[in-house]
């Protein structure tokens, strides 16, 4: 790894551009490999479009056979002619599949389950590089892809052939099939998860009895993420799948569901990656509250709970999920969960970073948002006004500024009268605020001007003899106060008669 | 009636309704010219919507620079004073309005509190540049032969308030909020000041029921003869705009004249959930088929669901139609 200038770092980090640059060689990794000396060749069958009828049942197994012979790609000098020939006949076998009808004979479906699961389910490869970075860094690819590739497809040829029966593949695709095929949605391969989700929504589809099985895993999968491991690379394949089955739910919801988008979906928001996969929790989310917008107010407190404070990227996309659920909410649901709704969204109109206040107030954009203010701004307007009014003041970013303008020109446009009080009201709390800041730099000068006067007469306490301390001032010197003051309460210390305790202020000093 | 046995003359009542008079005579001078304001209420160019709608942009701005009523009215007298003399473009306006306002807040602001020119423009949202805003305000001036402390209805209010004064408290802002309601509307720029803010007074001892407080309204028209019929004529319609300012009828404000303009970095996030799902929808099955055959039971299933299972539980079907509720578009532009 060669040394990076101090030019190319941008306060004292190195530009995303250079690391990458460093990362030429795409990292691969893979769990095939075999350890044999001698090494083992395929030898080329007849095609199967050749073959007479009679015989392509046989031939097809054959294939299928041969396939399970697996290859280490890891090593690119090695088994090139076998792993051509794998190659060439993984491809014919998907065209068969697509093309002919009457090809699945019961006696097939053992064969193909079995060449699958070879090819596929194995062990991921621990993660070569154990800080990825999802974002950040490039993943790391299944290096048999060339072949694995075909298998997935076979796959889901073989799920979506018109002559598929599932009563007869569920003695082979079942639940020890689909709990291996679940732990490949770890795959770091982003092509391989695709596949995946696309054969697992099909499984779904089909397999009424795996059903409430593949819930009830996926349940596990989220639950282990967000409380145990904070990892797993398959969470946006998997919420994308349950999208489509959220869709399909029939009413009224079951409370299976109901307690899994509670227990399960919106504590997913909590998860540090949150970004990978937000868009498609937020799908979720969408759904479950257009089948039962009964949902919407433990929805809406379950994100308020759970409201980031720290993570300012995540806020934005909060903010933005909150506005796709406003854009289906109902009127009477909106009423209940206004007003914690808007104290959060006050708050984040007033956020120093500017990307989270920006999406704030443009939430006033919105058309069907507005209408919902409108009919509820004798209990919003008073929620927002104030941390408007003080950002249109104090905001550093203009663009922001710009915005609470037009935010609150709206305001006043819905109800000129609110607005109005409001305004004065405000006014009228700063006019005393600012009254009694002045009154307590008045005091504080006093009590300054008053040590000055007095300095000379000030004794050292240099005896090392506690001198009693003034209960209000926390944080006075050790100085003592002057005698003169009225009334003072002389201290029980008779070994130092100068040392006195002031009278307690008759205002309190606190800040 | 004028009962002056129950108002105190003293000698600061004596010193305000000489002041009052002084002013009253003075305010002749800061009067639009009625027919040129009449012209603007005919006319489609420069109409008097127009004006009304520049007129509440000016508050908006006013409200939020935190400047004074006072900037606000002094900006409107000269805006009105101007446009009744002058025939201007349509597309002038905005210079217009917001060189009077800049004009009024010189006068009426402190230096601090001023916010520069560039800045109102800005947020305005208009399209011209700091100097046209600077060549106009020369024009302005010429035209008006401006004279900074013009005589307006805030000056009578706040006359007829500190006479009041003596005999009871009236809020202040909230007169002053509801003048500013009244200028938004083009037709109170042809009240007389004085004979404006007086109906505004009425209407307020009216509204608070203070019987004795309508002596001191009474004696403030007789001390400026102010005519029956005209204080009249100006209170009726002072109390139907009031009536509609203060009702609770929220008016839809009007959207599509506000620019949003947001970074670039949240506009591009803006749309990144309209994407339609790939996968299509699974559809659940429904009791009869038992989903459960093979695997194990449904962990969280707590079985108290029915066994009817018509599709649809609510009956009362959806309150907004689809397509209100769905944004197709959402206009926006890059800072």
Redesign the interface.
């Known amino acids: 790894m060669s040394a990076i200038s101090a030019s190319e770092k941008v306060d004292g980090f190195t530009r995303k551009s250079m690391r990458k640059a460093q990362k030429q060689r795409k990292s691969q990794g893979s769990s095939q490999y075999r350890t044999h000396s001698v090494p083992v060749e395929l030898s080329p069958l007849p095609q199967l479009k050749d073959a007479p009828s009679t015989e392509q049942q046989e031939l097809f197994t054959q294939k299928l056979q041969q396939c399970c012979m697996l290859f280490d790609f890891l090593d690119s000098v090695t088994d090139l002619k076998s792993k051509e020939i794998k190659r060439a006949t993984l491809n014919e076998l998907v065209d068969y599949v697509s093309t002919n009808r009457g090809v699945l004979v019961e006696s097939a479906y053992p064969e193909i389950t079995n060449m699958i699961s070879t090819n596929i389910f194995r062990i991921l490869p621990p993660s070569e590089n154990p800080d990825f970075d999802p974002e950040e860094d490039e993943p790391t690819l299944e290096a048999a892809w060339p072949h694995m590739q075909l298998v997935y497809e076979f796959l889901l040829r073989f799920l979506e052939n018109p002559d598929f029966q599932p009563s007869i593949a569920?003695r082979h695709i079942?639940?020890k099939f689909v709990l291996q095929l679940l732990e490949l949605f770890d795959s770091e391969d982003p092509r391989e998860r695709d596949f995946l989700?696309?054969i697992l929504?099909r499984i779904?589809?089909k397999f009424?009895?795996?059903?409430?099985?593949i819930?009830?895993q996926i349940?596990n999968i989220f639950l282990r993420f967000i409380y145990e491991t904070e990892h797993f690379n398959g969470v946006a394949e998997l919420l994308?799948?349950l999208?489509?089955?959220i869709?399909?739910?029939?009413?009224?919801?079951?409370?299976?569901h109901k307690?899994?988008l509670m227990k399960v979906l919106i504590p997913l928001h909590t998860a540090k990656g949150l970004a990978l996969f937000h868009?498609q929790l937020?799908?979720c989310v969408v759904q479950f509250l257009e089948k039962?917008?009964t949902l919407t107010e433990p929805v809406i407190r379950g994100l308020l709970k759970f409201w980031p404070k720290t993570c300012s990227q995540k806020e934005?996309m909060f903010l933005?999920e909150i506005e796709?659920i406003l854009?289906?909410i109902?009127?009477?649901q909106f009423k209940k969960i206004q007003e914690p709704l808007f104290k959060q969204i006050s708050k984040c109109v007033t956020n120093p970073h500017?990307?989270v206040a920006?999406?704030a107030l443009?939430f006033?954009?919105?058309?069907?948002i507005?209408s919902l203010i409108?009919?509820n701004?004798d209990k919003i307007l008073p929620i927002m006004f104030g941390s408007l009014y003080r950002i249109?003041?104090e905001h550093w970013n203009?663009?922001i500024?710009?915005?609470v303008?037009?935010v609150?020109?709206?305001l006043?446009?819905?109800?000129?009268?609110l607005f109005?009080e409001l305004?004065?009201s405000y006014k009228a709390d700063r006019q005393r605020e600012k009254k009694k800041e002045q009154e307590r730099e008045e005091l504080w000068k006093n009590l300054e001007e008053l040590k000055l006067s007095n300095k000379p007469l000030v004794q050292n306490n240099s005896h090392g003899l506690p001198s009693v301390q003034n209960n209000n001032n926390n944080n006075n010197s050790n100085n003592s106060e002057n005698q003169d003051r009225s009334p003072a309460a002389v201290t029980a210390n008779d070994q130092d008669p100068d040392v006195t305790v002031a009278a307690s202020e008759s205002t309190p000093c606190a800040k | 009636k004028q009962n002056l046995v129950y108002l105190h003359i003293d000698m600061d009542a004596f010193k305000l309704m000489k002041e009052l008079r002084v002013n009253y005579d003075q305010e002749v001078h800061y009067l639009p010219k009625v027919t040129g304001l009449v012209f603007i209420e005919s006319t489609v160019r420069i109409s008097a919507k127009c004006r009304d709608a520049k007129v509440?942009d000016l508050w908006?701005l006013t409200?939020?620079f935190?400047y004074s009523t006072q900037t606000f009215v002094l900006a409107v007298n000269l805006l009105d004073r101007f446009l009744a003399m002058m025939r201007i473009q349509p597309k002038h306006l905005s210079c217009v309005s917001l060189s009077c306002l800049h004009m009024a807040a010189k006068v009426t602001e402190e230096e601090c509190n001023l916010t520069p020119t560039d800045e109102l423009i800005?947020?305005g949202?208009c399209r011209f540049t700091v100097s046209d805003l600077a060549r106009m305000e020369k024009i302005v001036t010429e035209k008006l032969n401006f004279k900074s402390k013009a005589v307006t209805a805030l000056t009578f209010l706040h006359l007829y308030h500190e006479i009041a004064l003596s005999k009871e408290t009236l809020s202040l802002?909230k007169l002053e909020?509801q003048l500013?309601?009244c200028l938004c509307r083009i037709a109170f720029s042809k009240a007389k000041p004085s004979v404006l803010a007086l109906a505004l007074l009425r209407q307020e001892i009216e509204a608070l029921q203070w019987e004795d407080m309508l002596e001191v309204a009474y004696y403030i028209q007789a001390h400026l003869k102010i005519a029956n019929v005209e204080l009249m004529l100006w209170s009726e319609r002072v109390a139907q705009c009031l009536s509609d300012?203060?009702s609770?009828e929220?008016?839809?404000?009007?959207?599509r004249r506000?620019?949003?303009?947001?970074?670039r970095?949240?506009a591009q996030?803006?749309h990144?959930?309209r994407?339609v799902?790939?996968?299509?929808?699974?559809?659940?099955?429904?009791w009869d088929?038992?989903?459960?055959?093979?695997?194990?039971?449904?962990?969280?299933?707590?079985g108290?669901?029915s066994l009817s299972?018509?599709?649809?539980?609510?009956a009362e079907g959806?309150?907004?139609p689809p397509h209100?509720?769905?944004?197709k578009q959402?206009?926006?532009l890059f800072?």
Not at chain 1, 247 to 256: I, Y
Not at chain 2, 290 to 302: A, K, V
């Open positions: 569920k079942d639940q989700k696309t929504h779904y589809g009424l009895g795996l059903r409430a099985f819930r009830k349940n994308e799948i999208g489509s089955i869709n399909g739910f029939a009413l009224p919801l079951k409370v299976e307690q899994f868009a937020a799908y039962d917008p934005v933005g796709e854009d289906v109902e009127p009477t500017f990307q920006e999406r443009y006033w954009n919105n058309e069907y507005l409108e009919e701004i249109s003041k203009p663009t500024v710009a915005l303008y037009n609150l020109k709206t006043m446009e819905m109800n000129c009268t109005d305004t004065s | 509440e908006s409200s939020f935190g800005r947020i949202q802002e909020a500013k309601a300012y203060a609770p929220c008016s839809k404000p009007n959207h506000l620019q949003w303009i947001v970074s970095r949240t996030n803006l990144s959930y994407s799902p790939e996968l299509p929808t699974i559809p659940e099955g429904c088929e038992s989903e459960s055959e093979d695997s194990c039971e449904d962990m969280m299933s707590s108290e669901e299972s018509s599709l649809g539980s609510d959806s309150f907004f209100l509720r769905r944004q959402r206009q926006y800072a």
